[in-house]
């Protein structure tokens, strides 16, 4: 600690002489320090020598005595309280050396020593966080309990680096998160953040950025840090003035917040004055409710200015005070006053410029100074607890230390008269906001700043948005940077901040109020509007579509028709007419044509699992099946009126209709079963437009040109066979009708296989059953039901003697002897 001191009095002795600070003090058993930079600037350049302060600032010196007034409001008995104020001139180096000179008991200001245990026991201020932060680590060596009534950065709620410290303002964490919520409350897209390089500035800043990039979708179009020097008004910050200018100037942002020294924000604001730059500006509690920058000339021409401040409230009795502390009241801040502004008398106040008492109380605010009347009622508070004292006595002396009361302080919760004051852990006070609002409409010059919204440490904002109405649109800015997009259009910052409203792609869908577009899912589509995603209609063949109704109809007939016919040849099993068509054979025919029929109900509704799918494999074995049963009869009658005696006898060896089918059967029951195993059809969804198509789908094009060609060759095979065989005579017409029935179905697979390669569409499997339904017909009437009318209608000619007589009367006419001629 020795060597700290001795350290900053070298310092401070090469740096400012023989020059002492401007200070008040008053002997008493405690003693109170303050700091107040009454005046706001110095002379400091880039280059070392004595500093000087210059802009007196009649708030600030107000201020000092509203802390000089409060003490003397403090009662407690037979103790007194006495103060030990300082001029810092808002100069981080002026407040150390001020700080360092209250914690060595008022003695030498060269004094090395720090005592360690100061007769200042507590210490009110800084004013600017920056300063705030160099005194609080002095005074934590100390354990001396320091009160701001103004200091508000984040960085000052770390106990860990700043464990004395305490203030009765809000931290800069509430009051940026209330800048944001007014921004979210005037539907504001886009800001500039404007900030001071001190901890005051760069800390919220950070914390604004942070809080808009995280929390909203509100664009920061960028942030700008001031130099240090700024206020020092030289070239480099008329350079630096003119481009953060020419930046807004050329933003499309709603709103520019400042969160800087009131001496900054006032040349930002004269300079947009003369360049009318015409914003809305939103004001830290550091310039928000100052009267020198609303009382510019042409203020209006700058923009709409809303600002936070803590709490206002008036001190009690104050004004009173002031108006009568020329009469007797004396300190050295008030004398250094009246040196620079006399007071007026009777006789001369009208031919000169003098000091009238009721113009100085005009400049008594509301914020900062209830905040120095409430510290000072804090220590008051401390202290009666720290020493037990009633309206009478206290049982404890006035020997204790810092750390003691800083202890007390800490613990406080009471109410000064309808403000309640209690500290968290961060030494931080649970108050909120007061918002202000620069009216400009009832004064010619300069503007009033009124009250007209709060915002409170539980997060909700409260402002009269019907008075702002022409600054409120949620959908494009005055710059024409849209906010949001109508239903179908998604937002795009063709440059930052600045968005225009581009339609979706068919497909995706957006809907508005600044959603993105969004693809809809494989199921879906996008609307006409683009707005919304609709489910896509399955499409398949339902079972009461008209087509599937009549397939339905068709196929039901032929189960019928063939039934019956398989009742009819078992009746009359043993006639002629039965045998024509190959006997017993016929029901194995007759089978596969009602497997071939029921087959047809397996091509609609919605295909779900493999099962749906194996109509087609099946019908390739049926009508194999039923193929093979021809072709075995067209054998029989071929080989029965074959008279030939030099055809061998291994040929008619082969008249065994039951191998023959087999034989024949069996390859088309190896390829469709092999099908069926390795690559069967399966179902699978198509996805549309606005709809899902549900089909089967032939995965294996090899199997299914295997069975087409394989039933090809058969019915080609048959149509040869039946064709040379229309000339014999055969009473019952089978080789013709044969014929006719392989010939309709050569013709119509030859027609249904284009047509089924190239089509689409929930009717393609209808294409397929109509097919398959064709096919059966064509033998049911071309081959089976002749043979059914003959035996119901013509029942004379279902006789031995009827074939024998039509035999022989077919060779006569040829001039064949066929006496001898077995049948």
Same mark, same amino acid.
């Given at each position: 600690?020795?060597?700290?001191?001795?350290?900053?009095?070298?310092?401070?002795?090469?740096?400012?002489?023989?020059?002492?600070?401007? %200070?008040?003090?008053? %002997? /008493?058993?405690?003693?109170?320090?303050?700091?107040?930079?009454?005046?706001?600037?110095?002379?400091?350049?880039?280059?070392?020598?004595?500093?000087?302060?210059?802009?007196?600032?009649?708030?600030?010196?107000?201020?000092?005595?509203?802390?000089?007034?409060?003490?003397? &409001?403090?009662?407690?008995?037979?103790?007194?309280?006495?103060?030990?104020?300082?001029?810092?001139?808002?100069?981080?180096?002026? *407040?150390?050396?001020?700080?360092?000179?209250?914690?060595?008991?008022?003695?030498?200001?060269?004094?090395?020593?720090?005592?360690?245990?100061?007769?200042? #026991?507590?210490?009110?201020?800084?004013?600017?966080?920056?300063?705030?932060?160099?005194?609080?680590?002095?005074?934590?060596?100390?354990?001396?309990?320091?009160?701001?009534?103004?200091?508000?950065?984040?960085?000052?709620?770390?106990?860990?680096?700043?464990?004395?410290?305490?203030?009765?303002?809000?931290?800069?964490?509430?009051?940026?998160?209330?800048?944001?919520?007014?921004? #979210?409350?005037?539907?504001?897209?886009?800001?500039?953040?404007?900030?001071?390089?001190?901890?005051?500035?760069?800390?919220?800043?950070?914390?604004?950025?942070?809080?808009?990039?995280?929390?909203?979708?509100?664009?920061? &179009?960028?942030?700008?840090?001031?130099?240090?020097?700024?206020?020092?008004?030289?070239?480099?910050?008329?350079?630096?003035?003119?481009?953060?200018?020419?930046?807004?100037?050329?933003?499309?942002?709603? $709103?520019?917040?400042?969160?800087?020294?009131?001496?900054?924000?006032?040349?930002?604001?004269?300079?947009?004055?003369?360049?009318?730059?015409?914003?809305?500006?939103? *004001?830290?509690?550091?310039?928000?409710?100052?009267?020198?920058?609303?009382?510019?000339?042409?203020?209006?021409?700058?923009?709409?200015?809303?600002?936070?401040?803590?709490?206002?409230?008036?001190?009690?009795?104050?004004?009173?005070?002031?108006?009568?502390?020329?009469?007797?009241?004396?300190?050295?801040?008030?004398?250094?006053?009246? =040196?620079?502004?006399?007071?007026?008398?009777?006789?001369?106040?009208?031919?000169?410029?003098?000091?009238?008492?009721?113009?100085?109380?005009?400049?008594?605010?509301?914020?900062?100074?209830?905040?120095?009347?409430?510290?000072?009622?804090?220590? /008051?508070?401390?202290?009666?607890?720290?020493?037990?004292?009633?309206?009478?006595?206290?049982?404890?002396?006035?020997?204790?230390?810092?750390?003691?009361?800083?202890?007390?302080?800490?613990?406080?919760?009471?109410?000064?008269?309808?403000?309640?004051?209690?500290?968290?852990?961060?030494?931080?006070?649970?108050?909120?906001?007061?918002?202000?609002?620069?009216?400009?409409?009832?004064?010619?010059?300069?503007?009033?700043?009124?009250?007209?919204?709060?915002?409170?440490?539980?997060?909700?904002?409260?402002?009269?948005?019907?008075?702002?109405?022409?600054?409120?649109?949620?959908?494009?800015?005055?710059?024409?940077?849209?906010?949001?997009? $109508?239903?179908?259009?998604?937002?795009?910052?063709?440059?930052?901040?600045?968005?225009?409203?581009? *339609?979706?792609?068919?497909?995706?869908?957006?809907?508005?109020?600044?959603?993105?577009?969004?693809?809809?899912?494989?199921?879906?589509?996008?609307?006409?509007?683009?707005?919304?995603?609709?489910?896509?209609?399955?499409?398949?063949?339902?079972?009461?579509?008209?087509?599937?109704?009549?397939?339905?109809?068709?196929?039901?007939?032929?189960?019928?028709?063939?039934?019956?016919?398989?009742?009819?040849?078992?009746?009359?099993?043993?006639?002629? $007419?039965?045998?024509?068509?190959?006997?017993?054979?016929?029901?194995?025919?007759?089978?596969?044509?009602?497997?071939?029929?029921?087959?047809?109900?397996?091509?609609?509704?919605?295909?779900?699992?493999?099962?749906?799918?194996?109509?087609?494999?099946?019908?390739?074995?049926?009508?194999?099946?039923?193929?093979?049963?021809?072709?075995?009869?067209?054998?029989?009658?071929?080989?029965?009126?074959?008279?030939?005696?030099?055809?061998?006898?291994?040929?008619? #060896?082969?008249?065994?209709?039951?191998?023959?089918?087999?034989?024949?059967?069996?390859?088309?029951?190896?390829?469709?079963?092999?099908?069926?195993?390795?690559?069967?059809?399966?179902?699978?969804?198509?996805? /549309?437009?606005?709809?899902?198509?549900?089909?089967?789908?032939?995965?294996?094009?090899?199997?299914?040109?295997?069975?087409?060609?394989?039933?090809?060759?058969?019915?080609?095979?048959?149509?040869?066979?039946?064709? #040379?065989?229309?000339?014999?005579?055969?009473?019952?017409?089978?080789?013709?009708?044969?014929?006719?029935?392989?010939?309709?179905? =050569?013709?119509?697979?030859?027609?249904?296989?284009?047509?089924?390669?190239?089509?689409?569409?929930?009717?393609?499997?209808?294409?397929?059953?109509?097919?398959?339904?064709?096919?059966?017909?064509?033998?049911?009437?071309?081959?089976?039901?002749?043979?059914?009318?003959?035996?119901?209608?013509?029942?004379?000619?279902?006789?031995?003697?009827?074939?024998?007589?039509?035999?022989?009367?077919?060779?006569?006419?040829?001039?064949?002897?066929?006496?001898?001629?077995?049948?």
């Amino acid at each position: 600690m020795f060597l700290m001191g001795l350290f900053f009095m070298s310092v401070f002795h090469s740096t400012f002489g023989e020059n002492s600070l401007l %200070h008040a003090y008053y %002997h /008493g058993d405690i003693i109170i320090g303050g700091l107040f930079p009454i005046h706001l600037k110095t002379n400091r350049t880039n280059t070392s020598g004595p500093l000087s302060c210059s802009d007196y600032d009649v708030q600030m010196f107000l201020r000092s005595q509203v802390m000089i007034y409060a003490i003397r &409001e403090i009662k407690l008995p037979n103790i007194t309280i006495g103060y030990d104020i300082y001029d810092t001139c808002g100069d981080v180096s002026l *407040a150390v050396r001020a700080t360092l000179q209250l914690l060595n008991n008022q003695s030498d200001p060269q004094s090395c020593l720090l005592p360690s245990e100061p007769q200042m #026991k507590v210490v009110i201020g800084e004013r600017y966080s920056e300063v705030s932060i160099a005194v609080a680590r002095i005074v934590a060596l100390s354990s001396v309990a320091q009160i701001s009534y103004a200091s508000t950065s984040e960085f000052l709620s770390d106990r860990f680096k700043f464990p004395t410290f305490l203030r009765t303002v809000p931290s800069d964490e509430y009051q940026t998160r209330g800048i944001v919520e007014l921004v #979210k409350t005037f539907l504001w897209q886009t800001v500039i953040i404007v900030g001071s390089d001190d901890e005051y500035g760069l800390f919220s800043s950070d914390s604004l950025e942070d809080t808009f990039s995280q929390d909203t979708n509100i664009c920061v &179009e960028f942030v700008q840090i001031l130099s240090a020097d700024f206020m020092t008004n030289n070239s480099q910050t008329q350079t630096e003035l003119t481009e953060l200018l020419e930046k807004i100037k050329n933003s499309s942002a709603e $709103a520019i917040i400042l969160f800087t020294k009131d001496t900054n924000a006032e040349i930002i604001l004269e300079a947009a004055i003369r360049h009318k730059v015409n914003r809305t500006w939103i *004001a830290s509690d550091a310039w928000s409710s100052s009267p020198k920058i609303s009382a510019m000339p042409d203020i209006e021409l700058a923009g709409e200015v809303f600002g936070f401040i803590f709490k206002q409230k008036e001190v009690p009795g104050f004004k009173d005070y002031v108006m009568s502390m020329f009469n007797g009241t004396e300190n050295a801040l008030l004398k250094d006053y009246l =040196m620079q502004n006399p007071l007026c008398s009777n006789q001369s106040e009208e031919e000169r410029q003098c000091l009238k008492p009721s113009f100085l109380a005009s400049y008594i605010d509301q914020d900062e100074s209830y905040r120095i009347y409430l510290a000072v009622q804090v220590i /008051g508070e401390g202290l009666r607890r720290l020493l037990k004292c009633d309206n009478h006595q206290c049982e404890h002396s006035s020997k204790f230390t810092a750390s003691e009361l800083l202890s007390e302080i800490q613990r406080v919760n009471f109410n000064v008269n309808t403000t309640h004051v209690s500290f968290n852990s961060d030494g931080d006070p649970r108050m909120g906001y007061d918002i202000v609002y620069w009216n400009k409409s009832e004064f010619k010059q300069g503007a009033k700043i009124e009250t007209i919204g709060e915002y409170s440490p539980d997060g909700k904002i409260n402002v009269p948005l019907y008075l702002f109405k022409n600054l409120i649109n949620d959908t494009v800015s005055v710059y024409s940077c849209y906010k949001k997009c $109508a239903p179908g259009h998604e937002l795009q910052f063709q440059r930052k901040c600045c968005g225009v409203c581009v *339609a979706c792609v068919i497909g995706e869908f957006s809907s508005g109020n600044g959603s993105d577009c969004k693809p809809c899912s494989e199921r879906q589509y996008s609307s006409e509007r683009l707005d919304q995603c609709l489910n896509k209609t399955d499409e398949f063949l339902p079972w009461l579509d008209p087509f599937s109704i009549i397939l339905c109809s068709l196929a039901a007939t032929g189960i019928i028709i063939t039934v019956v016919f398989a009742v009819l040849f078992a009746i009359n099993l043993g006639t002629p $007419a039965v045998k024509a068509v190959g006997g017993y054979m016929c029901f194995l025919e007759l089978l596969s044509l009602l497997a071939g029929f029921c087959l047809t109900f397996t091509f609609l509704d919605r295909p779900t699992q493999n099962l749906n799918c194996v109509g087609v494999p099946l019908f390739g074995i049926v009508f194999t099946l039923c193929i093979s049963c021809i072709l075995a009869n067209l054998f029989q009658i071929l080989l029965g009126f074959n008279f030939d005696l030099t055809i061998g006898p291994w040929i008619k #060896k082969l008249n065994q209709p039951l191998v023959l089918v087999t034989v024949v059967s069996g390859i088309q029951v190896a390829v469709s079963v092999s099908w069926l195993i390795f690559n069967p059809p399966t179902p699978q969804e198509t996805q /549309g437009g606005t709809t899902i198509l549900h089909q089967c789908e032939m995965t294996s094009f090899g199997y299914f040109s295997a069975m087409l060609v394989y039933n090809g060759c058969l019915g080609l095979t048959c149509f040869l066979f039946a064709f #040379k065989g229309r000339r014999l005579p055969d009473l019952y017409k089978n080789a013709s009708l044969i014929t006719i029935s392989m010939l309709l179905f =050569m013709v119509m697979w030859i027609i249904f296989l284009p047509l089924y390669l190239t089509m689409s569409g929930k009717y393609k499997p209808a294409v397929e059953g109509a097919a398959i339904l064709t096919s059966c017909f064509s033998i049911l009437f071309s081959h089976l039901a002749p043979k059914c009318f003959i035996i119901l209608f013509r029942k004379e000619l279902n006789q031995e003697s009827a074939i024998t007589e039509y035999i022989w009367k077919h060779y006569e006419r040829k001039g064949i002897s066929v006496i001898g001629t077995q049948h």
